[in-house]
């Protein structure tokens, strides 16, 4: 018996002290009176070796009294546990009612006059990490499980790329949707962060407002709404302008990266060269208006890949078709004049870069990058603006109103294929109307009703290959009238 109080004496001396060296405090009293409690039940122990008293009241007594020690034990460790890694968790469960007419592609392949589906269920389920590791070293991470109510079919893998295995409905596997850690080096002569890993780099500004939630993202929604990989050096200048919260950030991440699928550390053999996204944003709070938001976003994307050479599609050859700028401004304010309402507006600006190349279709039709021809260079730009307005009313949680709409033109692209939109509504090539009511029942849970109407004026919205802008007759509408609750904690 004195041998164990002894052991459990040691545990605590070496790992109370090791557990505070590295990431988590034991405040001074619990851990003095945890070695009291140990000193006296080691005195008891001695005593009764004398004493030799009656064993079972006494053995009984011992047994509580190592029963508590353990309880202690198990509350220090959940603590440390607790202080390493933070955990939450959302879960939404959505139904949507979809109508589109005179759409040019369906899964067949073929012009339909209509298709509907006017009960599609989902769920969604999120777990949400972060941990203080340091005071200048912090890590978030998020894992997705996203799939349609009963769904047996085989992943889509037309449509899912490494830009949005989070963000499509599949099975109930976890998908890693962001996982980085932000570095503050100190020392320097200036303020400076890095970011590495799978960045926050979808459902930015504004779309938090639609998502009654905080900013989620680095990125403008309009111009990266997307999972991606690679690094961010943010160099804060709010003491050399004067401009509150105004930084730059360089940013370079891979969209596409072809490599062997039998040796994953070597390129496909006769494959195609990576995509690099190189991005330059400043953002800044406008002086003098409170609570807003101006970012300046300027990207390059080199080498961008056309391969669908495993979507089962028929395509048998792949390439690299070219590059592609992207240019844009935004621009929000929330609760302006403390009226409740907020307001945004972004504009954006693509050029392509054909290099001559193209890829063949089954039927042998060409496709080049915005075009058929792998040489004709085009100009796109859209514009997305909105306001949201919260009702002050405590009896029924101060609920929001909020519409939305925006216009791309015939050559319009961005970088938003991880859309939490199916339709992914900002990519669209037309128009977009949008309407939606957010009730919250209590700071953990909300349900929001809504409708949206897609006027597409342009084939392929969101897709970078092929000019199909002559076949407008074909193009048609979509509409969406949807329900959803959402819980988070």
């Known amino acids: ?5 002894l ?6 001396a070496c790992a109370s002290p090791a557990l505070a060296g590295k990431t988590v405090t034991i405040p001074a009293e619990d851990y003095r009176a945890i070695l009291q409690r140990l000193d006296a039940l080691q005195k008891r122990v001695e005593e009764l070796e004398r004493r030799q008293p009656a064993p ?10 190592i029963d508590e020690i353990y309880d202690t034990l198990d509350q220090v460790e959940t603590k440390a546990l607790q202080d390493r890694i933070n955990l939450g968790a959302e879960l939404r469960t959505r139904v949507d009612n979809f109508k589109a007419k005179d759409r040019l592609f369906f899964s067949n392949g073929q012009v339909q006059t209509q298709e509907s589906n006017d009960n599609s269920w989902s769920n969604r389920f999120r777990l949400n990490l972060s941990a203080n590791i340091r005071k200048n070293l912090k890590f978030t991470g998020r894992f997705t499980v996203y799939k349609n109510f009963a ?5 889509a893998t037309g449509i899912s790329s490494d830009a949005n295995r989070a963000h499509i409905p599949d099975d109930t596997t976890l998908k890693l949707d962001r996982a980085y850690v932000d570095w503050i080096p100190e020392g320097l002569p200036v303020p400076l962060a890095i970011t590495f890993g799978r960045h926050p780099s979808s459902e ?3 779309l938090e407002y639609k998502e009654n939630r905080k900013r989620q993202s680095t990125y403008p929604g309009l111009l990266f709404d997307g999972e991606a990989d690679g690094i961010v050096a943010t160099v804060g200048l709010e003491r050399y302008l004067g401009w509150p919260n105004a930084g730059i950030r360089l940013a370079w991440g891979k969209a596409y990266q072809d490599d062997d699928d039998v040796s994953p550390f070597l390129d496909n053999p006769g494959g195609i060269d990576d995509t690099n996204v190189y991005a330059l944003f400043f953002e800044t709070t406008v002086p003098g208006i409170d609570n807003s938001l101006l970012v300046l976003s300027a990207l390059r994307a080199e080498d961008l890949a056309a391969d669908f050479t495993k979507a089962n599609i028929g395509f048998a050859t792949a390439a690299n078709i070219g590059d592609m700028d992207l240019y844009g401004i935004h621009f929000q304010a929330d609760n302006v004049g403390d009226s409740g309402l907020d307001l945004f507006f972004s504009a954006g600006l693509n050029r392509s870069h054909p290099n001559g190349q193209t890829i063949a279709d089954p039927t042998g039709n060409l496709y080049g990058l915005l075009n058929n021809d792998g ?3 085009h100009t796109g730009w859209a514009v997305y603006t909105g306001l949201r307005y919260t009702i002050a009313s405590a009896r029924f949680n101060n609920p929001k ?12 692209f961005s970088f938003t294929q991880g859309s939490t939109e199916l339709y992914n509504k900002l990519a669209v090539r037309g128009d977009v109307f949008d309407f939606y009511y957010i009730q919250p029942f209590n700071r953990n849970l909300y349900a929001r009703i809504g409708y949206t109407y897609v006027d597409y004026g342009a084939p ?13 007759a074909a193009i048609g509408t979509l509409s969406n009238a949807y329900l959803l609750l959402d819980c988070r904690f």
């Open 1 to 5: 018996m004195k041998k164990i109080y």
């Open 204 to 206: 930015g500004p504004p």
């Open 375 to 377: 040489v004709s260079s």
């Open 56 to 65: 079972a009241l006494t053995e009984r007594k011992i047994r509580q009294d």
């Open 401 to 412: 109103i909020g519409f939305e709409y925006n216009h791309g033109s015939d050559y319009w």
């Open 151 to 155: 769904d047996s079919d085989v992943s």
């Open 460 to 472: 392929l919205s969101g897709f970078h290959i092929g000019d199909l802008t002559g076949m407008g």
């Open 7 to 12: 052991t459990v004496g040691i545990m605590l």
